[in-house]
């Protein structure tokens, strides 16, 4: 399964919700592959010194002699390594500018690593622009990580028409995985009518696990180890853990 996590509106929780259900399929044994599609690095940054980032997806992407494999680096989580972006993949869109085959380049450099990682969780941008577009035509299967928050719907019209656009054509094969909610405060009445809210338009595809605002999810990154090293009893990993299960689940 390749699964892009996706979501235009920033700081939404995409990267936590990456990096966490990577490292906790890791966690499981199986081989998986983190790619951070987002110049801000931030999901490299979260496992990866960025001074042992020499190449990254930016190279791959936009260099037909680079392969994949060639930029992609372990992770202190066994089982998971990961390809790192970095800030050159801002000038990504520019580069391709014109380019036949600009939507199929992560795709394409994807397919012979297929058998070597059964398992990718892509980070995408917050942007719904060629590299979300790259994720959505390489990917089997989308995640939308929505926070719990007054605005949480605005924009999901936008990601909708992009995924039927690229169902349309270049990925027919795309489902969408699910809905899970980030970030939620199961003590206020707010967040249950976001709940609400968030049930009436996407029903089933929300996941039954929420995740809740914990500190520990904000810490983790900072220590370059995934929450179920470093803080295995929160509950941060107890519902990363539990979404992987529905993840695998619906797969
Ligand atoms: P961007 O659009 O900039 O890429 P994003 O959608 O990837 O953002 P994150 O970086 O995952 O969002 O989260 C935004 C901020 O919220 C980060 O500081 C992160 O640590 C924090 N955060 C994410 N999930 C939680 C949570 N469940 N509890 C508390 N803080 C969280
Ligand atoms: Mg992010």
Request: net charge neutral; charged share 25%; aromatic share 6%.
């Given at each position: 399964?390749?699964?892009?996590?996706?979501?235009?509106?920033?700081?939404?929780?995409?990267?936590?919700?990456?990096?966490?259900?990577?490292?906790?399929?890791?966690?499981?044994?199986?081989?998986?592959?983190?790619?951070?599609?987002?110049?801000?690095?931030?999901?490299?940054?979260?496992?990866?010194?960025?001074a042992?980032?020499?190449?990254?997806?930016?190279?791959?992407?936009?260099?037909?002699?680079?392969?994949?494999?060639?930029?992609?680096?372990?992770?202190?989580?066994?089982?998971?390594?990961?390809?790192?972006?970095?800030?050159?993949?801002?000038?990504?869109e520019?580069?391709?500018?014109?380019?036949?085959?600009?939507?199929?380049?992560?795709?394409?450099k994807?397919?012979?690593?297929?058998?070597?990682?059964?398992?990718?969780?892509?980070?995408?941008?917050?942007?719904?622009?060629?590299?979300?577009?790259?994720?959505?035509?390489?990917?089997?299967?989308?995640?939308?990580p929505?926070?719990?928050?007054?605005?949480?719907?605005?924009?999901?019209?936008?990601?909708?028409e992009?995924?039927?656009k690229?169902?349309?054509?270049?990925?027919?094969?795309?489902?969408?995985?699910?809905?899970?909610?980030?970030?939620?405060?199961?003590?206020?009445?707010?967040?249950?009518?976001?709940?609400?809210?968030?049930?009436?338009?996407?029903?089933?595809?929300?996941?039954?696990?929420v995740?809740?605002?914990s500190?520990?999810?904000?810490?983790?990154?900072?220590?370059?180890?995934?929450?179920?090293?470093?803080?295995?009893?929160?509950?941060?990993?107890?519902?990363?853990?539990?979404l992987?299960?529905?993840?695998?689940?619906?797969?």
């Amino acid at each position: 399964m390749i699964i892009a996590v996706a979501n235009q509106k920033g700081g939404v929780g995409k990267t936590t919700t990456a990096i966490n259900l990577a490292a906790a399929l890791a966690l499981r044994g199986r081989r998986t592959l983190l790619i951070d599609l987002d110049p801000q690095a931030n999901s490299t940054m979260s496992f990866l010194d960025m001074a042992t980032v020499t190449q990254s997806i930016y190279e791959a992407i936009a260099d037909p002699a680079v392969a994949l494999k060639d930029i992609i680096l372990p992770s202190p989580v066994e089982h998971l390594s990961v390809a790192p972006s970095r800030i050159a993949l801002a000038k990504l869109e520019a580069k391709l500018v014109g380019e036949m085959d600009a939507h199929f380049r992560l795709k394409d450099k994807l397919e012979p690593l297929r058998r070597e990682f059964p398992n990718v969780v892509i980070d995408c941008p917050p942007t719904l622009g060629l590299l979300t577009v790259n994720a959505l035509v390489a990917s089997t299967h989308l995640l939308i990580p929505i926070q719990s928050s007054y605005f949480a719907l605005e924009g999901t019209d936008d990601l909708l028409e992009t995924i039927d656009k690229v169902r349309s054509r270049a990925n027919p094969n795309l489902h969408i995985l699910g809905v899970v909610i980030t970030m939620h405060d199961k003590r206020t009445a707010l967040a249950r009518d976001i709940r609400t809210q968030i049930d009436k338009v996407f029903g089933k595809k929300v996941f039954k696990t929420v995740i809740t605002k914990s500190v520990r999810l904000e810490e983790s990154p900072a220590y370059k180890e995934s929450i179920f090293k470093f803080a295995p009893d929160s509950s941060g990993a107890t519902e990363y853990y539990r979404l992987c299960e529905e993840v695998i689940d619906r797969v």
